[in-house]
Every structure is written in structure tokens, then in C-alpha cells.
């Protein structure tokens, strides 16, 4: 036979009760995050600022033709380096030569006329002192008197106008430097004023410019008015493939304005360029030193520090061993370390390890604290 047992619901009500009193409750805790610390001291550094620049020629010259004709004489070789004053180019010279002594002709022939007129005034006069002779005659001798004049001043000019072709006929080095490709061949028509012959630009020393904030205005003055010695490079060229140009340059000029569209001015460095490497247009990085090793900077871990929808924090170690979210301004970046140019002062604690588990107000422990 099956039995059935029934448990009194006292009991259970009892037993439950009993239980509950003797389940001790948890404590809540607030654990804390273990770290790493790093303390805040002045360093020397010694690092350079870079800005992207344009090399560029302190000379340069468009060579065009100021005469009409035809090219008859190419006296260098494309790319070659020209002095100045050495014969590049003609221009149908022989024909502006002809028109120029034609011009000379009709000179001297104006002059012929007005010394017969000229003649003939004076005798004119001396005879209409004596009343030997009409005044209407003597006045026509003046008139044609003065009507040669005039064809010599004309005649003048023209020679003067030709003679200036003649000149243009040929073309002339302005300066020391390199030509360019030239744009014309032998027997090719020029137009005054409008074809371009070539291009001249001077190759040593080199321009180098950049654009400068407004911010930095002071510094370069600075540097303008206060050259370093050739021996400290402090403006040196990182060429397009890395590699540092073996020539330290110097500061030019700084602009006469700020263009208002990037707050920025225009300064130019000057590089000798003793074996022609630099060319015109070529694209590199000004290095310019920044600091000696004499001065100090507030230096910190590159790692220590978080970056949030871009601005830039610390978290610094207060003495009841918890942490606050500090914003900083930073400088250079030199190798695994960056200046704080603002927001941490020396002697601070700032946490190195661990930074991504932390929150403003949130508890540490630290480990270790690094120095250095």
C-alpha cells in the first residue's frame, strides 16, 4: 500500500525564515585599479619643427622676342649654364641691320638738306639787311630751314627705332644660371611681345619658402635678426627621398603681410646650392631646430596620454591615491615621449599604464611610479 507524507506548512514557513537569518549580506566595494605612475620633471630636448616648402630660383626670366622675324642663329645647349651677357638667340639680324643702316642714310640725307637751308637763311638775311632782296624770299628760306629741321629730328628717331630692333634682334644671358628646353627651332617665325624663346633661372644660392602662423612671427624675427653660426644647423632641407641636404641654409625675409585666408605669412631661406642638386620647383621639408639643449620642457609619456573627440587628457594622481581627467596641450612628439606645452606642471603624477580602464574620480593603486 502507498503511504503519502504531508509536511506541516509551519515547518516550512520556519525553516525558511531560518535560513534567511543566517545568509550574511555582501558589502559593496569599489575596487581599485591597479597602475603605473609617472613623475612630471623638466627635461632638456632638442628636437625640429618641420613645414612643407618649394624651392625656388631667386632669379628667373621668361625670354620672349621684343622683334618680328625669323630665328637665325641658337647659340647654347638646352639645359646648359649660361653667364651673362653670353649671345643666346638671332633674329633675322641681318635684315634689321640693313634697315638700321638704310635709317642712317636717310639720316645723313636730312642733314645735307638742312645745312643747304640753313645756308640759305643766313645768305637771305644778310641780303634783306642790304634790301638787296624780297622779304617773302627770305621767308620761305626760313620756312624750309625749319622744315629740315624737323626731317632731321624725324630721320633720328627712325634710326634711333631701328637701332633699338637691332638690339632686340639679339638675345642676351641676363644673368649667371641654367637654360632651359628651348620653345623655338632654326627658322622659326617670332612675334614680338608674344613668343617665348626659353627660360632663365639662377641656381646658386636657392630660395626656399614656407608659410609660417602668424603665432610664430616673433620666433622668426628672432632668428632674422639674430643668425645662428654657420656651424649650428639650424635651418636644414629634408629632401623628397628622406635623405637631409649636406648644406645648413639661412633666413631671408619674412613678408611684408599675412594672407588673411590661412593666417599665415610667407618666409624665404636662402641654401647654396654649390653642385646644382637643388632644382626649381622640387617640393621637401624645412627642419628648423627648435631648442637648445640648455632649455627644459615638460615631457610626458606619449602613452600616458588619451585623446577624446580631438582634444587631449592626462590623468593625474591626487593624494587620496584617486585620479583626475586633465586636459593638456601638447608640443613635438620626440620618439616616445611628447611636450606638454600646457596643463601639467613639474612634479605631478601622471598614470602611464592602464589609462584606457580609467574614468575621472576612479581609485588606484599604483605599483611603481617611473621617473624617467
Known amino acids: 500500500m502507498k503511504h503519502t507524507h504531508f509536511v506541516p506548512l509551519s515547518f516550512i514557513l520556519v525553516s525558511l525564515i531560518t535560513a534567511c537569518q543566517n545568509k ?5 566595494t569599489n575596487s581599485a585599479t591597479p597602475v603605473n605612475v609617472y613623475q612630471i620633471e623638466k627635461e632638456p630636448a632638442v628636437y625640429f619643427d618641420e613645414y612643407p616648402a618649394t624651392v625656388i630660383s631667386l632669379d628667373r626670366v621668361d625670354l620672349r622676342a621684343q622683334v618680328t622675324g ?5 647659340y647654347f645647349k638646352d639645359g646648359q649654364h649660361i653667364n651673362k ?5 638671332d633674329i633675322d639680324r641681318q635684315q634689321y641691320q640693313a634697315n638700321y643702316e638704310q635709317a642712317i642714310a636717310n639720316l645723313n640725307v636730312a642733314k645735307a638738306t638742312l645745312n643747304k637751308a640753313q645756308q640759305d637763311a643766313d645768305r637771305y638775311n644778310d641780303l634783306l639787311k642790304q634790301d638787296a632782296i624780297a622779304k617773302q624770299i627770305v621767308d620761305h628760306a626760313l620756312a ?3 622744315s629740315a629741321k624737323m626731317q632731321v629730328a624725324a630721320a633720328k628717331a627712325n634710326a634711333a627705332r631701328i637701332e633699338t630692333e637691332v638690339k632686340y634682334s639679339v638675345i642676351y644671358a641676363p644673368f649667371d644660371g641654367t637654360i632651359g628646353i628651348s620653345q623655338v627651332k632654326i627658322g622659326g617665325l617670332v612675334t614680338a611681345n608674344q613668343t617665348l ?4 633661372s639662377s641656381n646658386n644660392p636657392m630660395a626656399v619658402d614656407i608659410a609660417i602662423s602668424q603665432k610664430e612671427i616673433p620666433r622668426f624675427t628672432q632668428l632674422l635678426e639674430h643668425p645662428a653660426k654657420e656651424s649650428d644647423s639650424v635651418f636644414t632641407l629634408q629632401l623628397p627621398d628622406n635623405s637631409i641636404y649636406n648644406n645648413p641654409g639661412k633666413i631671408s625675409f619674412i613678408d611684408r603681410a599675412i594672407d588673411p585666408q590661412t593666417s599665415t605669412i610667407k618666409t624665404r631661406l636662402i641654401f647654396p646650392n654649390n653642385t646644382n642638386f637643388l632644382k626649381e620647383g622640387m617640393n621637401c621639408n624645412v627642419r628648423i631646430k627648435n631648442n ?8 610626458a609619456p606619449y602613452k600616458a596620454v588619451v585623446e577624446q573627440m ?9 593624494d587620496s591615491s584617486k585620479v583626475a581627467q586633465q586636459k593638456v596641450e601638447l608640443g613635438k612628439k620626440l620618439n616616445d615621449k611628447v611636450i606638454i606645452t600646457k596643463g601639467l606642471t613639474e612634479g605631478e603624477k601622471i598614470v602611464i599604464d592602464g589609462v584606457q580602464k580609467l574614468k575621472d574620480g576612479a581609485s588606484i593603486i599604483q605599483a611603481s611610479v617611473k621617473e624617467k
Open 292 to 299: 637648445t639643449a640648455q632649455q627644459l620642457f615638460i615631457l
Open 310 to 318: 580631438g582634444e587631449y587628457f592626462v590623468f593625474v594622481v591626487k
Open 24 to 28: 550574511t549580506p555582501q558589502p559593496f
Open 197 to 200: 624663346l626659353n627660360t632663365v
Open 85 to 89: 651677357g653670353q649671345k643666346l638667340y
Open 70 to 74: 625669323y630665328i637665325t642663329g641658337i
Open 144 to 146: 624750309d630751314l625749319q
